[in-house]
C-alpha cells in the first residue's frame, strides 16, 4: 500500500512530511503537519529532523530550504509554482525603495527567496496587521499581494503603498458570488480570506487566513460556514468538524499548482530524495533575515 510505504520511507529517511491546507485531502493526511503559511513556516525552522518534504508550491520549500539550510528540501512537484510569487522582482523591489527611501519593505511570505532577500520583514496572511503595526516606519511598501495589502491598511495608521500582484483564485470571488452563496446558504457565516478582493471583504462575517478559519469554525456555535478561500481547505474543515457543513464561496477555486502533488510523487520523492530545493548562500543569509524577524514577533 502506497501509504505505508511513504510511512516506511518517512522514517528511513527521518523525514517530516509538511503540507499546505489546499493540499489534496490524501497528501494531507499522510503529512506529520497541515497548515498555512506561518505554521508550516514555523515548524520549518523548528523541527527536528533531517529532511523536509514540502507538499505545497515552489516559494514554501524554498522557505524551508532558508530556514534549514542544513536539511534536505524535497519538493515532490517541481513545477508546483505559485503565480503571484512571481510577479515581482528583486528590481522592482529596489525601485521602490529608491521612490519611498522612509518606507519599510514587508514581503508576504509568498514571494520567491529574492524578494525576501531585498525585505526589512516577511508576514503572512496570519499576521500581516500585527508585522505593520511592529514597524517604526509611517510608510510601508507591501509586496506583492494588493489585495492583502488593502486588509492590512484598513487596520492600521501607516501608509501602505502596494504591490500589484494576486493570487488569482482569491482574486476571482466577486460580491455576485457572496450573494448567489447566502441566498444558497442563508444561515451560513462566510469567512473569507485577506487575498479577496476588498468587496468581497467588506461582505464576509469574518476574515481569516486558513488557520484562523479552522479555529474560527472549532469554537463558532454556527453549524454552516461558506468559505471563502481555496477550495481544499474544506477538506481539513470537515474532517475537523464533522457535525458541521461546509460550502465554498465557489467551486471554480481550485489551485491548480496546490494540485499537483500526489501520493505517487511524494513516495518517488523520497525514494530518490528529489527533487531537492536550494537557495544560493548569500540570498538565503538575507531572507532569513526577514524571515526570522518575522517569526520572533
Not at 519593505?105 to 525576501?116: D, G, L, P, Q, R
Request: hydrophobic share 40%.
Amino acid at each position: 500500500m502506497l501509504e505505508k510505504e511513504i510511512l516506511r520511507l518517512k522514517e528511513e529517511r527521518d523525514a517530516l512530511i509538511l503540507a499546505h491546507n489546499y493540499q489534496p485531502g490524501e497528501v494531507q493526511d499522510i503529512a506529520d503537519l497541515s497548515g498555512d503559511s506561518l505554521e508550516l513556516s514555523r515548524a520549518a525552522a523548528n523541527e527536528d529532523c533531517k529532511v523536509i518534504l514540502f507538499c505545497g508550491v515552489d516559494f514554501m520549500a524554498e522557505t524551508a530550504a532558508v530556514l534549514s539550510p542544513d536539511k534536505v528540501i524535497l519538493l515532490p512537484e517541481p513545477g508546483a509554482s505559485c503565480p503571484m510569487a512571481h510577479m515581482i522582482k528583486a528590481d522592482d523591489v529596489r525601485s521602490l525603495r529608491a521612490r519611498y527611501p522612509d518606507a519599510a519593505v514587508v514581503c508576504y511570505v509568498n514571494s520567491t527567496a529574492e524578494i525576501k532577500a531585498e525585505s526589512d520583514i516577511c508576514c503572512t496572511s496570519a499576521n500581516g496587521i500585527q508585522v505593520a503595526n511592529s514597524l517604526p516606519q509611517d510608510q510601508i511598501i507591501f509586496v506583492p499581494d494588493r489585495n492583502l495589502a488593502s486588509y492590512v491598511a484598513r487596520h492600521t495608521d501607516k501608509q501602505v503603498i502596494p504591490g500589484n500582484g494576486f493570487c488569482y483564485v482569491h482574486d476571482s470571488f466577486t460580491a455576485t458570488d457572496v450573494l448567489l452563496a447566502r441566498e444558497a446558504h442563508p444561515q451560513a457565516e462566510l469567512l473569507v480570506h485577506p487575498e479577496c478582493r476588498p468587496e468581497v471583504v467588506d461582505l464576509a462575517d469574518q476574515v481569516y487566513s486558513t488557520s484562523g478559519m479552522a479555529r474560527h469554525a472549532r469554537d463558532s456555535q454556527a453549524r454552516e460556514f461558506i468559505i471563502g478561500t481555496e477550495v481544499g481547505m474544506l477538506y481539513r474543515l470537515q474532517k475537523e468538524n464533522p457535525g458541521k457543513a461546509f460550502f465554498p464561496l465557489s467551486r471554480q477555486a481550485v489551485c491548480q499548482d496546490m494540485k499537483k502533488t500526489t501520493l505517487e510523487k511524494v513516495c518517488r520523492s523520497l525514494q530518490t530524495m528529489q527533487p531537492r530545493v536550494t537557495v544560493e548562500p548569500g540570498v538565503a543569509a538575507r531572507a532569513r533575515r526577514s524571515i526570522l524577524r518575522m517569526l520572533s514577533l
